[in-house]
């Protein structure tokens, strides 16, 4: 067999995985790291809902970010870096989802500072050196290993008291992780495991809101944005979230079937990496079957601007038509 040609730099954090670890294991991931003076990321509702698992360390935290908000906007990632300097942090200690690692990230690539992540989703962002700022509107990002956690402590107990709904959608997030990183540019048979063994963890533990299933698929899957990077289905994403204001998640999962068909009939070689015969079919079903199905005319997608969505699609996502383009809006609305 021919196999393609990749290069592959594996970079990860350290991660320490249990059921009630973050209770028990906190304060010695802190030792490991020297650390004294510590700048917690978390939001008001986080630092209470987990006082139990704070209160062991509840000594060293010198300061305390709560404005924790999504896409980073800069203004909030300079209060924080200036928060940290006037404490003289020695770490930065996230416990939250997506945003509040993006927020911890932003800070450590403007200040240097290790990051201990807690995470309590499944966006997977503390598996990655990705972080986003968001200036005058405009979200740019980037890559930089100060923005890796040192150290991630994954405690599928951190989830519990996660809504059914929230639980749902950063899972599906990760589910668009994990089944469009086999048609990433930067795979590699690494990541075409990883990408498999993640697809199946989330597709089973979305059946059965089974959170440690969910809490290991959503690292698989963050690790495989991290060393495959992105596909076609996050450049779609990005192109009508931006062109139309439409919510994040949702447009995931609108779009997910039916990118997944179109990159599937494309790269049928890539698809068959997942180890499911159609994923395309299996991720439209799964998402029926635990209600997390949306079609983009329910988010906010007018009809009358359906043509320009697949100009807009057409030209920006490589090897897509007008004609596809057109084809595949129309579906997922
Ligand atoms: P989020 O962090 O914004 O959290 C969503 C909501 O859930 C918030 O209101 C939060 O306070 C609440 N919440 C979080 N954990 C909870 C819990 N256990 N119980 C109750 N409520 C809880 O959203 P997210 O889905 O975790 O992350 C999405 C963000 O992460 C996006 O901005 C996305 O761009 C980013 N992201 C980045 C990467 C990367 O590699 N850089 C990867 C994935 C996602």
């Not at 059921?19 to 802190?30: K, Q, V």
């Not at 927020?103 to 966006?123: C, D, F, M, N, S």
């Not at 990655?128 to 740019?140: F, L, M, N, Q, S």
């Not at 590699?188 to 533990?205: C, E, K, V």
Request: hydrophobic content about 45%; aromatic content about 2%.
């Amino acid at each position: 067999t021919q196999r393609a040609a990749y290069t592959l730099t594996l970079r990860g954090p350290r991660v320490r995985y249990g059921p009630g670890t973050a209770r028990t294991d906190l304060t010695a991931e802190l030792d490991r790291l020297h650390a004294r003076r510590v700048l917690l990321v978390a939001t008001t509702r986080a630092r209470t809902a987990h006082q139990d698992v704070l209160a062991p360390v509840d000594g060293r935290i010198a300061g305390h970010v709560p404005t924790v908000r999504r896409h980073v906007p800069a203004e909030d990632a300079r209060a924080a870096a200036s928060l940290a300097r006037d404490i003289e942090a020695d770490l930065l200690l996230s416990l939250g989802g997506g945003s509040a690692t993006g927020t911890a990230k932003a800070v450590a690539v403007e200040t240097g500072l290790p990051i201990v992540a807690l995470p309590t989703t499944y966006a997977g962002s503390e598996m990655t050196p990705i972080y986003g700022i968001t200036e005058d509107g405009v979200k740019r990002t980037a890559r930089s290993d100060r923005a890796l956690p040192t150290t991630v402590v994954l405690d599928p107990e951190l989830t519990a008291d996660l809504p059914p709904e929230l639980a749902r959608t950063s899972a599906v997030n990760a589910l668009a992780h994990a089944t469009s990183g086999v048609f990433a540019a930067g795979h590699s048979p690494l990541t075409d495991l990883l990408a498999a063994g993640a697809t199946r963890l989330l597709a089973d533990g979305l059946q059965r809101t089974a959170r440690a299933d969910l809490t290991q698929g959503a690292q698989l899957a963050g690790t495989v944005l991290a060393h495959a990077g992105s596909s076609a289905h996050h450049t779609a994403c990005h192109i009508l979230g931006g062109a139309f204001d439409l919510p994040h998640a949702e447009t995931h999962a609108a779009l997910l079937p039916h990118t997944l068909a179109f990159l599937q009939q494309d790269r049928p070689d890539r698809a068959a990496a997942l180890g499911v015969p159609d994923v395309a079919a299996m991720v439209s079903t799964l998402l029926d079957d635990v209600g997390a199905s949306v079609r983009l005319r329910e988010i906010g997608l007018d009809q009358a601007r359906l043509g320009l969505a697949a100009e807009l699609l057409a030209s920006g996502v490589p090897d897509l038509d007008q004609a596809r383009a057109a084809a595949l809006v129309k579906e997922a609305w």
